[in-house]
T-cell receptor, first 115, second 117 residues
């Protein structure tokens, strides 16, 4: 069974540009989660999508947004990039999003560098 | 406000011995806990989980213990192997009314485990 896949693996942007990161969940998983791991910090919850809807978001500004497509894949968009957005962005998926006991399975991440 | 804490940034263990990684939490609403292992340049890999209705869960070499009254959990790896060398994260989730999810895992800062041959 294929795991969570993310693209691109690396992304270099300049300040003020927009970045788009993509995620394909494990087959049969309907929920997708996004996390940020900045240098020296732990994993911080960004967004949760389930059945095409945004269900919850973490403490991040509105320039972090995304969407989930009918095939359950997801996109994370970061507008007006700032230097501190440089981080590893991890996507995870779970089979069902409704239960708090769902295990989230992570992809390899996209490393974003903002210059 | 760090709700999940792993107070030991690193742990060094000899191959074949037991590794014990610890995690403390402050939010009493947390009732599902997970451990992940992470190698450099890879995403976290799920290891084992435990619900708050249990105090122990075992899977092969990995055992997780939960002490709800102390808000403490630990991961035991026996026997430790050099391939276990990685960063270990504990994570917690809370339930909303009706047992539904917020979708959010709250992670600790991680503990770097080094297993020496």
């Amino acid at each position: 069974e294929a795991g969570v896949t993310q693209s691109p693996t690396h992304l270099i942007k300049t300040r003020g540009q927009q970045a788009t990161l993509r995620c394909s969940p494990i087959s049969g998983h309907t929920s997708v989660y996004w996390y940020q791991q900045a240098l020296g910090l732990g994993l911080q919850f960004l967004l949760w999508y389930d059945e095409g809807e945004e269900r919850n978001r973490g403490n991040f500004p509105p320039r972090f947004s995304g969407r989930q497509f009918p095939n359950y894949s997801s996109e994370l968009n970061v507008n007006a990039l700032e230097l501190e957005d440089s981080a590893l962005y991890l996507c995870a998926s779970s089979r069902l999003g409704g239960s708090y006991q769902e295990t989230q399975y992570f992809g390899p991440g996209t490393r974003l560098l903002v210059l | 406000d760090q709700q999940v804490k792993q107070n030991s940034p690193s742990l060094s263990v000899q191959e074949g011995r037991i590794s014990i990684l610890n995690c403390d939490y402050t939010n009493s609403m947390f009732d599902y806990f997970l451990w992940y292992k992470k190698y450099p340049a890879e995403g976290p890999t799920f290891l084992i989980s435990i619900s708050s209705i249990k105090d122990k869960n075992e899977d092969g070499r990995f055992t997780v213990f939960l002490n709800k009254s102390a808000k403490h959990l630990s991961l035991h790896i026996v026997p430790s192997q050099p391939g276990d060398s990685a960063v270990y994260f504990c994570a917690a989730s809370a339930q909303q009314a009706g047992g539904t999810s917020y979708g959010k895992l709250t992670f600790g800062q991680g503990t770097i485990l080094t297993v020496h041959p």
